[in-house]
């Protein structure tokens, strides 16, 4: 079975400074790869998603990620990190075992923003 | 369009008691799914189908049961309520090929 790893479960960074949230995942093939962000008491909004091509994938709010087949990871990365993205961040695969209909999740990482 | 909408957003049952939680979607998808979301677990995925009259299991199905009689809605039944299910629970829709999954507001459930 898939599984996910999100090994950071809290990180704070200054505001202004650069950001990178580490995600490895199993699985045998290229799985669907997604970052999903959630605020506190609300639902998940997804940042961005990958199915293939170029290993480098922009998304909303200022957020890109890069797939490492070598690595088996997708990092989240955000160059300039403002107070609102402070919230949790969830790192998600889909794969052709479950014919992409289900999302196996890491456990998340807390992001917290100094001033 | 609405999207994925779940009710109720709040709910506080006694032990034993039952209750359904109600999922709908708009968007003519054929994935559903359910999963609840505990702290420091992230969300775990408890049972799915992928189309009308179609169910499956996730990876924590015990105390639950779905069925899906229509593409549009998905409710999830509580059949015997523990505390150990206190939880938020998040419905999501995804359009066949998994290309997005779409999620509703979630449902917090307390179990006293």
């Known amino acids: 079975a898939q599984s996910v790893t999100q090994p950071d479960i809290h990180i704070t960074v200054s505001e202004g400074a650069s950001l990178e949230l580490r995600c490895n995942y199993s699985?045998?093939?290229?799985?669907?790869l997604f970052w999903y962000v959630q605020s506190p008491g609300q639902g998940l909004q997804l940042l961005l998603k990958y199915f293939s091509g170029d290993t480098l994938v922009q998304g909303i709010k200022g957020f890109e990620a890069e797939f490492k087949r070598s690595q088996s990871s997708f990092n989240l990365r955000k160059p300039s990190v403002h107070w609102s993205d402070a919230a949790e961040y969830f790192c998600?695969?889909?794969?052709?075992?479950?014919?992409?209909?289900?999302?196996?999740f890491g456990k998340g990482t807390m992001l917290l923003v100094s001033p | 369009n609405a999207g994925v909408t779940q009710t109720p957003k709040f709910q506080v049952l006694k032990t034993g008691q039952s209750m359904t939680l109600q999922c709908a979607q708009d968007m003519n998808h054929e994935y559903m799914s359910w999963y609840r979301q505990d702290p420091g677990m992230g969300l775990r995925l408890i049972h799915y189908?992928?189309?009308?009259?179609?169910?499956d299991q996730g990876e924590v199905p015990n105390g639950y049961n779905v069925s899906r009689s229509t593409t549009e809605d998905f409710p999830l039944r509580l059949l015997s309520a523990a505390p150990s299910q206190t939880s938020v629970y998040f419905c999501a829709s995804t359009r066949q090929g998994g290309t997005e999954a779409f999620f509703g507001q979630g449902t917090r459930l307390t179990v006293v």
């Open positions: 189908s992928v189309g009308a009259g179609i169910t």
């Open positions: 699985y045998g093939a290229t799985p669907y």
């Open positions: 998600a695969v889909a794969t052709r075992d479950s014919g992409y209909s289900t999302l196996t």
